[in-house]
């Protein structure tokens, strides 16, 4: 079983991990299940680990418990969305996740904005909301005023200057009183 | 027209920068091709087949003469002293150095134009009917609407990556002049029984590959919702649409695959949350911007000009030109008037630095210093008086303004084609200018009466091929260059989608079909029946004999058999 598991260590785990227009220690261990792996049979890594839907929704208790077995204690648990999954699944979950990150295939392919804004506006989810995948720095701003606060991203501290791309918007952005910038009247 | 405050101009200042950090890195070799390329198709840059191509927005086709007279000098100073204007109210200047694009945004900026979202995979430069706002038919003028639209559209992050392009058009009354049916989107303007404002909502329209016409998603939408609805169809779209394959990514393949019905079920069930919500256009925010489309000053003036109607009477090349390029207007004693870009030997559209000079100092000398450009590839000066029709048209012939065909026969619409377009399969330009030669007497295009003729070098549709009355197609038939002749098509009220004839012809025969097709139509049509009404009565197979001389044999039997 273990065989068909498989970890992504190599580019997603080196890339930077910019959290809240900071850049943050990136610890997290991301799963993916090999295709035919049942999702129930997923043998979980140690320490942080973001899991496929599919995983969660299989093992949401084995899941809840590892956490509580840790005493809270480092162990952090999210899960991520491909840009196929229906974040509305969610609805009830939200509490027990860290994280909830949404994996982007490519750059030119923008279901995981509309994924966001559902996951901050249609759910209310408040807690770490985190673009994993094809993240450029041209695209911060516009992924940032969708919702996320937390990248993924590959590249030097100048990244963090793309937030500051545009100081006003036409559009309101979703969760207010946060990473909001000026809207136009 | 609208005056951009602080905030718009910020944004477009900022943009600027931004393109020029983004085009900086690319040439310092810090961004791959592959990841410049959406970024500058998303700021209007292509690279096209001789050399890279700006497209510059000119959002629902308002242009004041201060900005045309930029544009002027702009291609003056970046490129080869001209510009192409298109179909969808864009400008596009087809020699530019990508290095130098930051130094045109910024010249743009100053006079509150861009090119942000002109291409790419986004929501396009909005469009309205040329005549918003003076057409005596309209509803209501969609201006403001598709301005409050194109503010919201203008970098929405939630959709700066869809599927595909996604285009969007206002149309102020059933006419339609805005042809919302062969865009991704349409608004239609209507008012209900209280008299509110609202639309009717076509979406999956396009033309392209595979031509088909927008369907109704919803008789009636309130117009305070416009931003909330349109919110949940983008939404709709950019997670159900297809992204597997290019040439199934448009909208309209989601509205065929799903039914217009269940689409629009998705599209409801979406909006019920959003309904209501921070994006309703509250009464004080939609007469902000409606101040800004308020009727400028008029005077008061009588229905007819003496001397005008003593012109038209007296000057017969007058005469033809009120007929076809002066429009009705619904002040009394004024009229909206198109400067034609079309003459004969010249790329429809194209506009040399000179002529739009002269064309700003027409609309300053006659109008309100207001111009809009058209789908069909002209200028419009909205409001000039009837009494200054005939100096108007004396000063706009001495820069080839004044060609009298508006509407007609040999005011082509045409893509660059093969000439300029790196995806064309054949040469537009050469084949437009046969037909103009072949069509030069105004007498008998005027005979001819109103009729449209699009020409596309290549499927992509830019020329519009499906819904001309006459469509041209240029394919390529074993490495030549062949053209495909499709009739029956109409992007205003009632659309229609143009039906292939038959086997396409070589350059040199299109413009001996079309005077077949014409001559056809002269023959068989009821007076004063226009040709989509004539093909609909006499059936296209008629055409189809006529156009390659096949029927004559079919014809004299039938007249023998109605004489006997």
Same mark, same amino acid.
């Given at each position: 079983m273990k065989s068909k598991l498989l970890i992504m260590k190599e580019r997603l785990q080196m890339a930077k991990l910019i959290k809240r227009r900071a850049v943050v220690a990136n610890d997290w261990n991301i799963l993916t299940l090999a295709e035919g792996t049942p999702p129930a049979a997923a043998r979980l890594p140690y320490g942080d680990v973001l899991v496929p839907l599919a995983v969660w929704q299989a093992r949401k208790w084995d899941l809840i418990q590892r956490q509580w077995n840790d005493g809270g204690q480092g162990n952090r648990l999210g899960i991520w969305l491909a840009p196929t999954d229906d974040p509305l699944t969610l609805a009830g979950d939200l509490e027990d996740l860290d994280v909830i990150a949404v994996h982007f295939p490519a750059v030119g392919d923008g279901r995981g904005y509309s994924i966001a804004r559902m996951l901050r506006s249609r759910l209310g989810y408040r807690g770490e909301l985190r673009a994993i995948g094809a993240v450029e720095r041209d695209y911060l701003h516009f992924l940032e005023r969708v919702g996320f606060d937390a990248f993924e991203i590959e590249g030097d501290e100048s990244v963090l200057d793309s937030f500051d791309t545009f100081s006003v918007a036409y559009q309101p952005t979703t969760i207010p009183g946060s990473w909001q910038h000026e809207v136009a009247a | 027209m609208y005056a951009y405050n602080d905030i718009d101009r910020r944004i477009v200042a900022e943009r600027v920068t931004q393109f020029r950090d983004q085009t900086r890195r690319y040439l310092a070799g810090e961004l791959t091709e592959d990841q410049f390329r959406p970024l500058r198709l998303q700021n209007g840059l292509y690279y096209e087949k001789h050399n890279p191509l700006l497209r510059i927005a000119i959002p629902y086709g308002q242009l004041s003469s201060k900005q045309l007279r930029t544009l002027a000098r702009i291609t003056r100073i970046y490129d080869r002293g001209y510009g192409h204007f298109t179909t969808r109210h864009n400008l596009q200047l087809n020699w530019v150095r990508v290095d130098r694009v930051p130094e045109i945004l910024a010249e743009l900026a100053e006079v509150d134009m861009h090119s942000i979202q002109s291409c790419g995979n986004c929501i396009r430069v909005v469009t309205a009917d040329p005549l918003a706002g003076v057409s005596p038919s309209e509803i209501a003028d969609p201006r403001p609407w598709a301005e409050l639209f194109r503010q919201w559209a203008t970098l929405h992050p939630e959709f700066a990556t869809l599927p595909r392009k996604f285009k969007v058009a206002f149309s102020g009354g059933p006419d339609d002049a805005a042809s919302t049916r062969i865009h991704d989107l349409g608004f239609e303007m209507l008012k209900d029984t209280a008299g509110n404002p609202g639309f009717r909502v076509w979406a999956g329209g396009g033309l392209g590959r595979t031509p088909i016409l927008g369907r109704m998603? +919803? %008789?009636?939408? /309130? @117009? @305070?919702?416009l931003l909330n609805y349109s919110e949940a169809l983008l939404r709709v779209y950019n997670l159900q !649409?297809? +992204? %597997?394959n290019l040439y199934k990514s448009r909208l309209k393949v989601l509205v065929q695959s799903l039914g217009a019905e269940e689409f629009s079920r998705r599209v409801e069930a979406e909006w019920t949350h959003l309904r209501g919500g921070p994006l309703t256009l509250t009464p004080e925010r939609i007469a902000a911007v409606m101040a800004h489309f308020a009727a400028p000053a008029y005077e008061n003036l009588p229905h007819c000009d003496a001397r005008f109607e003593l012109a038209r009477r007296s000057d017969k090349g007058f005469a033809a030109w009120v007929a076809s390029n002066v429009h009705a207007h619904r002040v009394p004693g004024y009229a909206a008037v198109t400067l034609s870009l079309? +003459? /004969? !030997?010249k790329a429809p559209g194209d506009a040399s630095a000179q002529t739009m000079e002269a064309a700003a100092d027409l609309a300053e000398r006659f109008g309100f210093g207001e111009l809009r450009t058209s789908q069909t590839q002209n200028l419009i000066l909205p409001d000039v008086k009837k009494s200054d029709l005939y100096n108007l048209w004396q000063e706009a012939k001495k820069f080839g303004l004044a060609t009298a065909t508006v509407g007609l026969l040999a005011d082509v619409v045409a893509c660059p084609g093969g000439d300029y377009c790196s995806l064309a399969y054949a040469r537009t330009l050469p084949v437009v200018a046969e037909i103009q030669a072949r069509f030069s007497s105004q007498t008998e295009l005027a005979d001819i009466g109103p009729l449209r003729l699009n020409i596309s070098g290549c499927v992509n549709a830019c020329g519009h091929h499906h819904v001309g009355d006459i469509g041209i197609l240029g394919i390529n038939k074993a490495g030549e260059e062949h053209y495909q002749i499709i009739l029956g098509g109409r992007s205003t009220a009632p659309a229609a989608i143009g039906k292939v004839i038959g086997p396409s012809v070589s350059a040199a025969e299109v413009p001996e079909v079309v005077a077949r097709i014409v001559a056809h139509y002269r023959a068989c049509r009821y007076p004063k029946e226009n040709f989509s009404d004539t093909l609909r009565r006499i059936g296209i197979s008629s055409f189809m004999s006529a156009a390659y001389a096949i029927e004559e044999q079919t014809f004299d039997n039938e007249r023998e058999v109605a004489n006997g």
């Open positions: - | 998603v +919803r %008789d009636f939408l /309130p @117009a @305070a919702e !649409g297809r +992204r %597997d079309k +003459r /004969p !030997g």
